[in-house]
């Protein structure tokens, strides 16, 4: 039994599509069921039943399948542990990150790439449901984004800093005056929101609903850029993380005062997976430049990291 063959079983696994997974392993449809074939001669059972409509794993593809999955994951974790004992800042780095986490990874990836210009940094901007998905499938190496509502026992969320759901509104704004905000406050405003599925949006829907509140929504984004370049020349109101402000001159965070408003942001990593010297660089230096946010964490996220 190689690696390689169960790379292959489980992309088949996957996509149950001979033709679509050697078109994903760019190999050869011919060679893909070659290797099958010699897997499951060698296993003494078969592993996917095929037919001209459908293929489907067996019995024993299914109990394998898992096997498969931990095998591959210890087969990689070997190789990035050998590959950084040469303690070289090399190859790629995938990082995921929200919109709503722009401001505060800007600085660290200018100053990670002048410290390191051997790595190349791969930025994926998504909703956090999607960036899960990617980091399940180990298409990144971690992600930026607030803590979920409802927690996977697949990921590692260790925080980084944690502040409120707060009304953002321009400098000259009535509610810029104000040193928070109550909810029934914001139903006397249009309010500019950003899109369903951003972090922000769930937990300010989730206080609406517990609330029973009506809102006036004109506008939905799911760019904080744009919901910044509004906000400066309107009177909306939009709902964002505090932290989402900070550096953004002419803007001004005021805390919703309710229960169960907590932002809290994250490294969100696989557990039980390796993690690179590149993404322990980079956390350390994301530890600098956010220092300007509260209950910082970073330090059980690196002695914890160098533990696997």
């Known amino acids: 039994m190689e690696i390689r063959q169960l790379k292959y079983f489980l992309k088949v696994a996957e996509?149950?599509?001979?033709?679509?997974?050697?078109?994903?392993?760019?190999?050869?449809?011919?060679?893909?069921?070659?290797?099958?074939?010699h897997l499951e001669q060698e296993l003494g059972v078969p592993l996917f039943k095929r037919n001209s409509h459908k293929v489907c794993l067996t019995e024993a593809g299914k109990e394998l399948l898992p096997y498969a999955q931990k095998t591959i994951i210890a087969a990689d974790s070997c190789l990035n542990h050998i590959e950084n004992l040469r303690q070289m800042l090399t190859g790629e780095l995938h990082i995921g990150v929200t919109y709503s986490f722009n401001t505060i990874l800007s600085e660290t990836l200018i100053d990670f790439l002048r410290a390191h210009p051997g790595v190349k940094?791969?930025?994926?901007?998504?909703?956090?449901?999607?960036?899960?998905?990617?980091?399940?499938?180990?298409?990144?190496?971690?992600?930026?984004?607030?803590?979920?509502?409802?927690?996977?026992?697949?990921?590692?969320?260790?925080?980084?800093?944690?502040?409120?759901?707060?009304?953002?509104?321009?400098?000259?704004?009535?509610l810029a005056r104000q040193t928070s905000v109550q909810l029934t406050d914001l139903e006397r405003y249009e309010l500019l929101l950003p899109s369903r599925g951003l972090q922000a949006r769930n937990t300010f829907e989730k206080l609406a609903e517990a609330a029973n509140l009506n809102f006036k929504i004109k506008v939905e984004v799911n760019n904080v850029d744009i919901i910044f370049h509004l906000l400066h020349r309107t009177n909306y109101v939009t709902v964002l993380s505090e932290?989402?402000?900070?550096?953004?001159?002419?803007?001004?965070?005021?805390?919703?005062?309710?229960?169960?408003?907590?932002?809290?942001?994250?490294?969100?990593?696989?557990?039980?997976?390796?993690?690179k010297n590149s993404a322990q660089e980079f956390i350390r230096m994301l530890?600098?430049?956010?220092?300007?946010?509260?209950?910082?964490?970073l330090k059980d996220i690196l002695s914890s990291s160098s533990r696997h």
Do not use: W
């Open 121 to 174: 940094l791969n930025i994926y901007y998504q909703t956090m449901e999607d960036l899960m998905e990617k980091l399940k499938a180990r298409e990144l190496d971690f992600v930026l984004a607030f803590k979920p509502i409802v927690t996977d026992k697949s990921i590692d969320s260790r925080t980084i800093f944690s502040n409120r759901l707060a009304a953002i509104v321009n400098a000259g704004h009535p």
């Open 15 to 37: 996509t149950l599509n001979f033709s679509e997974a050697s078109r994903r392993l760019y190999i050869t449809q011919s060679t893909l069921s070659q290797q099958i074939s």
């Open 287 to 297: 530890s600098r430049s956010t220092s300007v946010f509260a209950n910082f964490a």
């Open 243 to 275: 932290s989402t402000v900070v550096r953004e001159e002419g803007l001004k965070a005021v805390p919703i005062a309710c229960n169960d408003n907590e932002m809290v942001g994250c490294i969100h990593l696989l557990k039980d997976s390796y993690i």
